[in-house]
């Protein structure tokens, strides 16, 4: 086999990706199906993932290095400069520095539906090559999930990968182990590759390179107080969820609805807002509807209504500006953490409970 040749390199002679995410996005697995191409490029490859507890809507970043053959890698260390930087979704952008090290030669495939220069000044993009891809509604399409399609992209612009190598490692690997799901993933790569097309970005001064750190938090193993004390627990109001949806959104229809409260029993999160009122000639608490800056679309409620009041919709096709109900209980218009990401304790099923992996 002959050996591929990598189009950049660093000081060290290595090609470096690093991929941005929440926990259910499929990022880990990403990295490690693009550490096995390796072996089908005739490459050495380190290939390891960052992230705390394993629940869904939790940072997770993973790290892939690729070098030739007679170029041992002796780093283990976080991507700080990536070549390609993989963004499993636009949300995250704002509270987390997803965009740190970035150059201009850096390729940032994003995952929105939004058009190239929307996205550039929202994630504030000095300069560099932007690829914008709506994996969510690939992904809702194909049967698959956002991973997929966003390995296909990955690998079109990085511009050694073939789209053959991909599909041959998933079939190897994750077709054994989900047979039933090979199909959508297969056609969601394939569309991923199709779709990706890069934007080059002429530096902005507007907008200043970001340099990377690690991130550390206020309280450590030698200030942290005894106990396993929280300091950021689930359901508060700084809770934006919006990042750790899948593309689908649980959508309320009230003329359907005969406020049974099922929804809000089952809802891990508390999103469903309630005002007194009145229904069939008695007074009762009415339900308006979900609070979709706490939804993590698990979907829950869709599957408990009794009445087709809520269903599953793809997010992209509803404008969440005229339907969202905000919580009640809230004085501010604009809350400090509203921009992006999450930061809260999560554990529920993924809205694609059909194992595709």
């Known amino acids: 086999m002959q050996p591929t040749k990598l189009p950049q390199i660093n000081d060290y002679g290595y090609y470096e990706i690093r991929l941005e995410s929440i926990g259910g996005l499929g990022a880990n697995l990403s990295g490690k199906i693009l550490g096995e191409l390796s072996i089908e490029l005739g490459l050495n490859c380190s290939s390891f993932s960052s992230y705390g507890s394993e629940k869904r809507g939790s940072p997770v970043k993973a790290f892939i290095r690729y070098s030739d053959e007679s170029v041992p890698i002796r780093i283990n260390s976080p991507v700080e400069t990536p070549h390609l930087l993989g963004l499993f979704h636009e949300r995250m952008a704002g509270k987390l520095p997803v965009m740190a090290g970035v150059t201009e030669k850096t390729t940032v495939v994003v995952n929105t539906a939004g058009d190239p220069q929307t996205i550039r000044d929202t994630l504030k993009m000095h300069a560099g090559t932007l690829v914008c891809i709506d994996a969510l509604s690939i992904a809702a399409e194909a049967d698959t999930r956002v991973n997929m399609v966003m390995l296909g992209a990955l690998a079109k612009v990085s511009g050694f990968i073939p789209l053959e190598a991909l599909e041959r490692i998933v079939s190897n690997t994750l077709g054994a182990k989900y047979p039933q799901a090979l199909k959508g993933n297969l056609e969601g790569i394939r569309r991923g590759y199709e779709s990706a097309n890069g934007h080059k970005l002429e530096p902005d001064d507007r907008y200043e390179p970001v340099f990377y750190k690690e ?77 979709y800056h706490h939804c993590k679309g698990c979907l829950r409620c869709c599957g408990i209504c009794p009445t087709d009041a809520l269903t599953a ?22 809350m400090q953490f509203e921009d992006a990401g999450t930061n809260s304790y999560m554990e529920s099923e993924s809205a694609t409970v059909n194992e595709t992996y």
């Not at 919709?313 to 604009?334: A, F, M, W």
């Open 313 to 334: 919709g793809n997010e992209r096709e509803h404008d969440l500006s005229k339907t969202h109900v905000r919580n009640i209980d809230l004085i501010v218009e604009h």
């Open 215 to 291: 991130l550390q938090s206020d309280w450590g193993w030698k200030n942290a107080p005894t106990g396993g004390v929280v300091p950021i627990c689930g359901s508060t109001v700084s809770n934006d969820l919006t990042a750790s949806r899948e593309g689908y959104i649980p959508v309320f229809k009230a003329e359907s609805c005969i406020h049974c409260g099922q929804c809000d029993i089952t809802c891990p999160d508390m999103v469903f807002q309630f005002v007194r009122g009145e229904y069939k000639g008695k007074q009762r608490m009415m339900n308006k509807g979900p609070d």
